[in-house]
C-alpha cells in the first residue's frame, strides 16, 4: 500500500482526514483538501439475508496484545452479553454513571473499591464473575447454603 500523501502525491502521509479517511501530510495539503467539503466513506456492505450483515463464522475476533493470567477468554466474555439480568441491572442510570466513573478515573483500582461501597455495583460485579468464572460448588438451593453453613460451624 502507497505511503504517499493522496493530496500532492510526493511526501509520505503522516495524518489521515477524520470524515473520508483520505491520507494526507501537512497541514496545507489539509487544507487543500478541507477546499471541497467530504464525504464519509461507505461502510462495508451488509449481506441483508443474515441478522447483523455477518456471516456467522466470518465474525471478526478481537486479538488480545497483552494476555495475562486475569484475562478471560472471549467465550466467556459473550456470556455477559447474553445475561439478561446484566442486561436489567444496566438499565439503572446509578449504575451506568459509578461504571463511567470507574472506566474514567485515573486510579483504577481506587475508583473500584469506592464503587464497591455500592450494593448495586457488588451486585453487578458479583454478576459478572458468577458468568465468567463460575464456582465449582455452586448451590443449588437457599436450603443446600444453609445446611452447609451449618456442617462448617461443627
Not at 73 to 86: F, R, T, V, W
Amino acid at each position: 500500500m502507497s505511503r504517499l500523501c493522496e493530496i500532492c502525491a510526493v511526501s509520505e502521509h503522516k495524518y489521515r482526514c477524520k470524515t473520508c479517511r483520505l491520507h494526507y501530510c501537512s497541514v496545507v495539503c489539509y487544507k487543500k483538501h478541507q477546499e471541497q467539503p467530504c464525504k464519509p466513506t461507505p461502510p462495508p456492505p451488509e449481506d441483508a439475508s443474515i441478522p447483523g450483515g455477518v456471516p456467522e463464522g466470518q465474525q471478526q475476533k478481537k486479538i488480545i496484545l497483552f494476555s495475562t493470567v486475569d484475562t478471560v477468554p472471549a467465550e466467556k466474555l459473550e456470556l455477559l452479553g447474553q445475561s439478561e439480568h446484566l442486561k436489567n441491572l444496566l438499565y439503572n442510570p446509578h449504575l451506568r454513571r459509578l461504571l463511567t466513573e470507574v472506566d474514567n478515573a485515573r486510579d483504577g483500582m481506587n475508583a473500584v473499591k469506592v464503587a464497591m461501597m455500592e450494593p448495586l455495583f457488588v451486585e453487578f460485579a458479583d454478576e459478572c464473575l458468577r458468568l465468567v468464572e463460575p464456582s465449582e460448588e455452586e448451590p443449588e438451593r437457599l436450603d443446600d447454603l444453609v445446611f452447609t453453613n451449618l456442617q462448617h460451624r461443627r
